[in-house]
C-alpha cells in the first residue's frame, strides 16, 4: 500500500500469484490466482485471502474465492454470466470469527465475539437476486458502543429467501439472563429496499448499561420492558412502541449546553492535511440526530414510556458546576415523531424521591425533593415545565434570628435560643427545565412549632422580604447558622472549643471500641457509640456527651437472637436510664419460626427519655414480622414455586453422588 495514500486504504498484507490476459487484441481471456497473505483491515487480521478469477468459458466468469485463518473459513464459489446478468453462487461459511467484524463497525462497536456459520445460495440477477438460506450465530455477543450492555445470542438463527430476511424468535441475551425476543420479516425483492414487518418483546432487559467514557450525553443502566411493533417501509418506517423503565434503572442523562467552557478542548490550533481524503467511517453522533429533525423526516413514531416508582433517573443540569437533579417516580408520556420529522414528547413525571445536588463556589448542598412535585412536557423534548419542592434540614440556634423580638426576657429564657433546633430550607424550582426560576422558604417542622412560636412568627415576615429570605438562606447553607445585622458576630455563640475536640476525638474512640470488641468477645456482637454537643434546654451553657452501649447474641442456630442496650448521659442533663440497673434499657428478642427466616416474632422493650415530658417512656409490644423478596407485587400472594422443591431433590442428587465418588476413591 506504500503506492497509494494508506490512511485511505486502511490495509495492509503481503500478495503473491499470477494474473494472465491472452488474446489482448482479438478475444480477450483472463486468469488470475492472487493469494494475499495476512490481510488486515485497520491493524485487525483477516486471514490469508485466495482469489481465483477466470473467464475462460464465454461471456461466463468463473470465480472462487475464500478466506482461512484467523478462526475464519469462508469460501464463495460460482459463476457470473456476463450476457445475461445471471448468478449461480454458493457461499459456504464454515467459520466466521466475529471478532473480525469490528473494524467495519465504524466505532458503533465495543465488543463482539463468538462465530458465525451458513450456508446460503445466490442466484439472479443483481438487480434482482434470488437468495436462499439461513446463518447461525454460535456462542456469540456483541457490545454497541453506544448502549454499553452485552447481548448474547447463544443460538440464534436467520434464514434469508427471495422474499427477505425472517427473524423466527431471534432472542437476545443480557448480562443477568433476561431476554429481548425478535420475531417478523425485513421483506424486500432486491435487497436494497425494505419493508417492516417485525416485532420486538423484551421483560426486564438490560437495553443500557454503559459508562460517561462510552457517550457522554446519556450513561448508566438502563432495564425495559418493551413491546415495539416496526412496520412501513425504509422511505417512512412505522414505529408503535410501550416501554416502561424498571425498577434497576440508573440512568443519566446530560442537557445541552452552549457554554463554551463545558466544551472539551482538543488543542487551539488543529492541524489537517488539505490533500488527504475524508475518512469515510465516523463514529456517529447521536446526539445530532436528535437535534436535527429532518435526519426523523418521514418516520412515524408513536410510544407510550412509563417508569418504575423505583427507576433512578439523573438530569445533570450544568455538568460545569455539578447541578444535577436525581429523580424518582411514576411517569406516563407519549412519544411521537410525524412525517415532518417533528419530535414530539407530552405527558408527567410525578415525582416521589430525589435530590437536587445545589452547587455555587465552592459550596454543595443537596435538597431531597418533596413528593408532589412534577415535570410535565407538552411538546418539544427540550422545554418541559418544572415545579419541583426540594427540602435541606439543618439545625441551627435561632437567637440571632429573633433577638430583636426578646427584648425584656431573663437571661436564662434568652440562653434557651442558643439551642440548635430543627430548621427546614425549601428550595422551590419552577419554569422551564433548563432556565428554572428558583427561589428559597424557611420553616420549621410541623412538630416544632408549637414549641417556637416566636421564631415560626418571624420566619413567616421574612417571607414577605425576599433580599432578607435570601441572606437568612444562605447564611444556613454556609454558616449552619442565621445572621443579625452583623454578619460576622453571632448572639447565638459557637460550638465551644472542647466539645469540638470531644466531636472528633468521640468518632475515632467509638470506631476503636468497636474494633477491640470484635477481636476479643466471640459469639458477641457489641457495638459503641459516643456523641457530644452543646446543650442549652436547661437555660445555661452544658456540655452533653451521651455513651450508646448496644450487646446481640445468636443462640440455638441463630433461631433466637437478643438484643440489649441503652444510651448513658456520660456528661451533661442526667437521664434515669443512666443507673446501671437499667443497663438492659432496650431489648429485643427475635425469633425465626421459619427456618429461612421468612416468618418472625419480636418482642421489644424501649426505654427512652422524652425532653418534650421531661420524663421517661417505656415502650413495649410484640410484632410479627413477614420477610419477602419478589420481583412482582403479585408473588406476594402466590404460593412457592415448585423449583424449590426440584432443587431440593437435585441436591440430595448431588450429596449422593458426592459420596460415591468418595467411596470409590
Same mark, same amino acid.
Given at each position: 500500500?506504500?503506492?497509494?495514500?494508506?490512511?485511505?486504504?486502511?490495509?495492509?498484507?503481503?500478495?503473491? $500469484?499470477?494474473?494472465?490476459?491472452?488474446?489482448?487484441?482479438?478475444?480477450?481471456?483472463?486468469?488470475?490466482?492472487?493469494?494475499?497473505?495476512?490481510?488486515? %483491515?485497520?491493524?485487525?487480521?483477516?486471514?490469508?485471502?485466495?482469489?481465483?478469477?477466470?473467464?475462460?468459458?464465454?461471456?461466463?466468469?468463473?470465480?472462487?474465492?475464500?478466506?482461512?485463518?484467523?478462526?475464519?473459513?469462508?469460501?464463495?464459489?460460482?459463476?457470473?454470466?456476463?450476457?445475461?446478468?445471471?448468478?449461480?453462487? &454458493?457461499?459456504?461459511?464454515? @467459520?466466521?470469527?466475529?471478532?473480525?467484524?469490528?473494524?467495519?463497525?465504524? $466505532?458503533?462497536?465495543?465488543?463482539?465475539?463468538?462465530?458465525?456459520?451458513?450456508?446460503?445460495?445466490?442466484?439472479?440477477?443483481?438487480?434482482?437476486?434470488?437468495?436462499?438460506?439461513?446463518?447461525?450465530?454460535?456462542?456469540?455477543?456483541?457490545?454497541?458502543?453506544?448502549?454499553?450492555?452485552?447481548?448474547?445470542?447463544?443460538?440464534?438463527?436467520?434464514?434469508?429467501?427471495?422474499? $427477505?430476511?425472517?427473524? *423466527?424468535?431471534?432472542?437476545?441475551?443480557?448480562?443477568?439472563?433476561?431476554?429481548? !425476543?425478535?420475531?417478523?420479516?425485513?421483506?424486500?425483492?432486491?435487497?436494497?429496499?425494505?419493508?417492516?414487518?417485525?416485532?420486538?418483546?423484551?421483560?426486564?432487559?438490560?437495553?443500557?448499561?454503559?459508562?460517561?467514557?462510552?457517550?457522554?450525553?446519556?450513561?448508566?443502566?438502563?432495564?425495559?420492558?418493551?413491546?415495539?411493533?416496526?412496520?412501513?417501509?425504509?422511505?417512512?418506517?412505522?414505529? *408503535?412502541?410501550?416501554?416502561?423503565?424498571?425498577? @434497576?434503572? *440508573?440512568?443519566?442523562?446530560?442537557?445541552?449546553?452552549?457554554?463554551?467552557?463545558?466544551?472539551?478542548?482538543?488543542?487551539?490550533?488543529?492541524?489537517?492535511?488539505?490533500?488527504?481524503?475524508?475518512?469515510?467511517?465516523?463514529?456517529?453522533?447521536?446526539?445530532?440526530?436528535?437535534?436535527?429533525?429532518?435526519?426523523?423526516?418521514?418516520?412515524?413514531?408513536?410510544?407510550?414510556?412509563?417508569?418504575?416508582?423505583?427507576?433512578?433517573?439523573?438530569?445533570?443540569?450544568?455538568?460545569?458546576?455539578?447541578?444535577?437533579?436525581?429523580?424518582?417516580?411514576?411517569?406516563?408520556?407519549?412519544?411521537?415523531?410525524?412525517?415532518?420529522?417533528?419530535?414530539?414528547?407530552?405527558?408527567?413525571y410525578e415525582l416521589q424521591k430525589g435530590s437536587y445536588q445545589l452547587s455555587f463556589n465552592f459550596l454543595k448542598r443537596k435538597f431531597d425533593i418533596q413528593k408532589g412535585s412534577v415535570i410535565i412536557w407538552t411538546g418539544d423534548p427540550t422545554s418541559a415545565t418544572?415545579? !419541583?419542592?426540594?427540602?435541606?434540614?439543618?439545625?441551627?440556634?435561632?437567637?440571632?434570628?429573633?433577638?430583636?423580638?426578646?427584648?425584656?426576657?431573663?437571661?436564662?429564657?434568652?440562653?434557651?435560643?442558643?439551642?440548635?433546633?430543627?430548621?427546614?430550607?425549601?428550595?422551590?424550582?419552577?419554569?422551564?427545565?433548563?432556565?428554572?426560576?428558583?427561589?428559597?422558604?424557611?420553616?420549621?417542622p410541623p412538630n416544632q412549632i408549637t414549641k417556637w412560636p416566636v421564631v415560626d412568627a418571624k420566619l413567616q415576615q421574612l417571607r414577605n422580604d425576599e433580599s432578607e429570605l435570601n441572606k437568612q438562606v444562605f447564611a444556613l447553607l454556609l454558616l449552619n447558622r442565621?445572621?443579625?445585622?452583623?454578619?460576622?458576630?453571632?448572639?447565638?455563640?459557637?460550638?465551644?472549643?472542647?466539645?469540638?475536640?470531644?466531636?472528633?476525638?468521640? @468518632?475515632?474512640?467509638?470506631?476503636?471500641?468497636?474494633?477491640?470488641?470484635?477481636?476479643?468477645?466471640?459469639?458477641?456482637?457489641?457495638?459503641? $457509640?459516643?456523641?457530644?454537643?452543646?446543650?442549652?434546654?436547661?437555660?445555661?451553657?452544658?456540655?452533653?456527651?451521651?455513651?450508646?452501649?448496644?450487646?446481640?447474641?445468636?443462640?440455638?442456630?441463630?433461631?433466637? =437472637?437478643?438484643?440489649?442496650? @441503652?444510651?448513658?448521659?456520660?456528661?451533661?442533663?442526667?437521664?434515669?436510664?443512666?443507673?446501671?440497673?437499667?443497663?438492659?434499657?432496650?431489648?429485643?428478642?427475635? %425469633?425465626?419460626?421459619?427456618?429461612?427466616?421468612?416468618?418472625?416474632?419480636?418482642? %421489644?422493650?424501649?426505654?427512652?427519655?422524652?425532653?418534650?415530658?421531661?420524663?421517661?417512656?417505656?415502650?413495649?409490644?410484640?410484632?410479627?414480622?413477614?420477610?419477602?423478596?419478589?420481583?412482582?407485587? &403479585?408473588?406476594?400472594?402466590?404460593?412457592? *414455586?415448585?423449583?424449590?422443591?426440584?432443587?431440593?431433590?437435585?441436591?440430595?442428587?448431588? =450429596?449422593?453422588?458426592?459420596?460415591?465418588?468418595?467411596?470409590?476413591?
Amino acid at each position: 500500500t506504500d503506492f497509494a495514500v494508506q490512511d485511505s486504504l486502511l490495509a495492509d498484507g503481503i500478495i503473491t $500469484g499470477n494474473a494472465v490476459i491472452k488474446n489482448v487484441t482479438t478475444n480477450p481471456v483472463f486468469t488470475s490466482d492472487i493469494q494475499v497473505q495476512d490481510l488486515s %483491515y485497520k491493524k485487525d487480521t483477516l486471514g490469508n485471502l485466495s482469489v481465483k478469477v477466470d473467464n475462460e468459458t464465454e461471456d461466463t466468469f468463473n470465480a472462487s474465492v475464500k478466506i482461512e485463518g484467523n478462526g475464519n473459513n469462508i469460501k464463495l464459489d460460482g459463476k457470473y454470466y456476463t450476457g445475461e446478468g445471471k448468478m449461480d453462487m &454458493k457461499l459456504n461459511i464454515a @467459520s466466521l470469527n466475529l471478532a473480525t467484524v469490528t473494524p467495519f463497525a465504524a $466505532g458503533q462497536l465495543k465488543g463482539v465475539g463468538g462465530n458465525l456459520k451458513g450456508d446460503i445460495a445466490i442466484a439472479g440477477t443483481v438487480d434482482k437476486p434470488a437468495v436462499n438460506g439461513a446463518v447461525h450465530f454460535e456462542n456469540a455477543y456483541v457490545v454497541p458502543t453506544l448502549l454499553g450492555s452485552r447481548f448474547t445470542l447463544p443460538d440464534e438463527k436467520i434464514n434469508v429467501s427471495e422474499k $427477505g430476511i425472517n427473524f *423466527d424468535h431471534f432472542t437476545l441475551v443480557d448480562s443477568a439472563g433476561n431476554k429481548a !425476543i425478535i420475531n417478523g420479516d425485513l421483506l424486500t425483492n432486491d435487497f436494497k429496499n425494505y419493508k417492516f414487518s417485525v416485532d420486538l418483546n423484551a421483560d426486564n432487559f438490560s437495553f443500557i448499561n454503559s459508562n460517561k467514557a462510552d457517550n457522554a450525553s446519556f450513561y448508566g443502566k438502563l432495564n425495559i420492558d418493551a413491546k415495539v411493533k416496526l412496520r412501513g417501509d425504509m422511505q417512512a418506517p412505522s414505529i *408503535d412502541a410501550n416501554i416502561k423503565a424498571n425498577k @434497576s434503572t *440508573d440512568f443519566t442523562f446530560v442537557l445541552p449546553s452552549n457554554d463554551p467552557e463545558v466544551l472539551s478542548r482538543e488543542g487551539v490550533v488543529k492541524f489537517i492535511d488539505p490533500h488527504a481524503p475524508e475518512d469515510s467511517i465516523k463514529k456517529i453522533d447521536f446526539t445530532d440526530t436528535l437535534i436535527n429533525t429532518a435526519a426523523l423526516a418521514g418516520m412515524n413514531l408513536s410510544a407510550i414510556i412509563e417508569t418504575d416508582t423505583a427507576a433512578l433517573f439523573t438530569l445533570v443540569i450544568d455538568e460545569r458546576s455539578g447541578d444535577a437533579l436525581t429523580l424518582k417516580g411514576q411517569a406516563n408520556l407519549a412519544a411521537g415523531v410525524d412525517e415532518s420529522g417533528k419530535l414530539n414528547l407530552t405527558g408527567s413525571y410525578e415525582l416521589q424521591k430525589g435530590s437536587y445536588q445545589l452547587s455555587f463556589n465552592f459550596l454543595k448542598r443537596k435538597f431531597d425533593i418533596q413528593k408532589g412535585s412534577v415535570i410535565i412536557w407538552t411538546g418539544d423534548p427540550t422545554s418541559a415545565t418544572v415545579d !419541583i419542592t426540594a427540602l435541606y434540614e439543618i439545625k441551627a440556634p435561632p437567637l440571632d434570628l429573633v433577638e430583636a423580638q426578646l427584648a425584656g426576657i431573663s437571661a436564662t429564657e434568652l440562653n434557651k435560643y442558643k439551642q440548635r433546633i430543627p430548621i427546614q430550607v425549601f428550595l422551590k424550582m419552577k419554569g422551564e427545565l433548563l432556565k428554572p426560576q428558583i427561589t428559597f422558604q424557611i420553616a420549621l417542622p410541623p412538630n416544632q412549632i408549637t414549641k417556637w412560636p416566636v421564631v415560626d412568627a418571624k420566619l413567616q415576615q421574612l417571607r414577605n422580604d425576599e433580599s432578607e429570605l435570601n441572606k437568612q438562606v444562605f447564611a444556613l447553607l454556609l454558616l449552619n447558622r442565621f445572621v443579625g445585622e452583623n454578619i460576622i458576630q453571632s448572639a447565638a455563640g459557637i460550638t465551644s472549643t472542647s466539645t469540638l475536640i470531644r466531636q472528633s476525638v468521640s @468518632s475515632i474512640l467509638a470506631d476503636q471500641l468497636n474494633k477491640i470488641a470484635g477481636s476479643l468477645i466471640k459469639g458477641v456482637d457489641v457495638n459503641f $457509640g459516643i456523641n457530644s454537643e452543646d446543650d442549652y434546654t436547661t437555660g445555661t451553657e452544658q456540655t452533653k456527651t451521651d455513651l450508646t452501649v448496644g450487646v446481640s447474641k445468636s443462640l440455638l442456630n441463630d433461631r433466637i =437472637k437478643v438484643t440489649v442496650g @441503652s444510651n448513658f448521659a456520660l456528661e451533661g442533663t442526667s437521664n434515669t436510664n443512666q443507673a446501671a440497673s437499667t443497663i438492659a434499657g432496650d431489648v429485643a428478642v427475635d %425469633y425465626q419460626l421459619s427456618k429461612d427466616g421468612r416468618y418472625m416474632l419480636r418482642a %421489644y422493650r424501649k426505654n427512652n427519655y422524652e425532653g418534650v415530658v421531661e420524663g421517661q417512656v417505656i415502650e413495649s409490644g410484640l410484632t410479627f414480622v413477614f420477610t419477602l423478596d419478589y420481583d412482582h407485587f &403479585k408473588e406476594l400472594f402466590q404460593k412457592k *414455586d415448585k423449583t424449590v422443591k426440584q432443587q431440593k431433590k437435585e441436591d440430595r442428587k448431588e =450429596k449422593k453422588q458426592e459420596k460415591k465418588e468418595a467411596a470409590n476413591n
